[in-house]
């Protein structure tokens, strides 16, 4: 089969398959691009996920992109990148649109509810990772404490603070973060 | 139809700058579209967000493109749906292109690393800004059930690592049985 369709169909699976996003999807994709086809190392795929969590897109964008890069080029890189996300965006404004026109439904409305409480809890729980991250530099805390960044921690709370306060733009953030942790890291 | 050229643009533009802040994950999508679509232009609610991330959220794929796909779809319907996926779209391919070519030497840069790792700190921030508003519009309803949701779906995905498609499927199953049994209670 021609590299091109077959990028397209494998990512086509992928992103049908993968509910909920970020880290929950890993196995997924590891498991067609690493186990099953082979088209990239181990190791490639843990560099892909360290590349992601430190550039701007979707983890899933970033891994089709890489991956199809690597196997097809360019018009790899577009196929797998666009079956990947397809599914997902139709599926969403299906959804999306079915929920507006049957607000008026009991059922309906109480699992839209439902499941903006329960996406929630899934934010908090990426957030939580996240923080881990951020503070301790793994996605799950050990038994020490000490290893805590100081420094990650001082400048999680000053943004806090600040975005608390003065609600400014969370591009202007980023921005300050980055040149907080340039000045700090270095 | 001025008029809708002027949206598409619009979308464009700003769907290309929030996909090119999009770090750490697909859920800062969510303040930076309410920065850009609630706040600045009052394209719509806040309760229209929460609504449109949690179908975000529901649906496979990447939640940060389904996000803008329904921010464009709610300013200009399908049209703006399509223009906005696509903008989200281009700064990850755009950007990892660039690094796949390069990433040995973009990974053992120490300014870059540097860089990086104060903005994880800076993610974290702009996640818990983001949780506590909406956490206290959620609160707001007043409602058991819908509060005692949160925490639990938490705990199930953090603590006991349950797969989201499995936790999404079992919170709608208790939003039917309790209607259901509420409206049975009425009769």
């Known amino acids: 089969m021609n590299v091109?369709?077959?990028l397209f169909i494998t990512f086509l699976k992928i992103g049908l398959l993968s509910i909920g996003g970020g880290y929950a999807i890993i196995p997924l994709i590891q498991e067609q691009v690493v186990e099953k086809n082979g088209w990239i190392s181990e190791k490639v795929f843990t560099d892909i996920i360290t590349i992601s969590q430190m550039t701007p897109g979707p983890l899933a964008v970033n891994t089709s992109t890489f991956v199809g890069l690597q196997v097809g080029g360019v018009m790899g890189a577009?196929?797998?990148?666009?079956?990947?996300?397809l599914c997902g965006v139709i599926i969403s404004l299906a959804l999306y649109h079915f929920f507006q026109t049957h607000l008026e439904s009991v059922y309906v409305l109480e699992v839209l509810n439902g499941l903006k409480s329960a996406s929630l809890g899934l934010i908090i729980s990426a957030a939580f990772t996240i923080l881990l991250l951020a503070l301790y530099g793994k996605s799950k805390p050990g038994p020490d404490f000490l290893s805590l960044d100081w420094t990650a921690l001082f400048m999680f709370l000053t943004m806090l603070f600040i975005l608390r306060k003065w609600k400014p733009n969370p591009i202007v953030v980023m921005l300050i973060s980055g040149i907080a942790g340039f000045a700090l890291y270095r | 139809m001025k008029e809708i050229i002027k949206k598409y643009v619009w979308l464009l533009a700003v769907n290309l700058f929030i996909s090119a802040f999009t770090f750490g994950g697909g859920y800062i999508v969510v303040p930076m579209v309410r920065r850009f679509f609630v706040v600045k232009k009052q394209h719509f609610t806040e309760e229209d967000l929460i609504n449109m991330a949690a179908v975000a959220q529901s649906t496979p794929g990447?939640?940060?493109?389904?996000?803008?796909?329904?921010?464009?779809y709610k300013v200009a319907g399908i049209g703006g749906a399509?223009?906005?996926?696509i903008a989200a779209l281009i700064p990850p391919l755009v950007i990892l292109t660039f690094i796949s070519a390069f990433y040995k030497i973009f990974f053992s840069n120490t300014i870059v690393t540097a860089a990086l790792k104060g903005m994880q700190a800076g993610v974290a921030a702009l996640m818990v800004d983001l949780i506590a508003d909406m956490c206290s519009i959620i609160l707001k309803?007043?409602?058991?059930f819908l509060s005692a949701m949160i925490p639990l779906s938490f705990i199930a995905n953090f603590v006991l690592g349950i797969n989201v498609a499995l936790i999404l499927l079992f919170c709608?199953?208790?939003?039917?049985?309790q209607v259901f049994l509420k409206k049975r209670e009425r009769k």
């Open chain 2, 62 to 72: 990447a939640i940060a493109i389904n996000l803008s796909s329904l921010a464009g």
């Open chain 2, 82 to 85: 399509f223009v906005s996926c």
């Open chain 2, 141 to 144: 309803e007043k409602s058991f």
């Open chain 1, 78 to 85: 577009l196929a797998a990148t666009i079956g990947c996300i």
């Open chain 1, 4 to 6: 091109v369709l077959k």
């Open chain 2, 172 to 177: 709608c199953f208790l939003c039917i049985l």
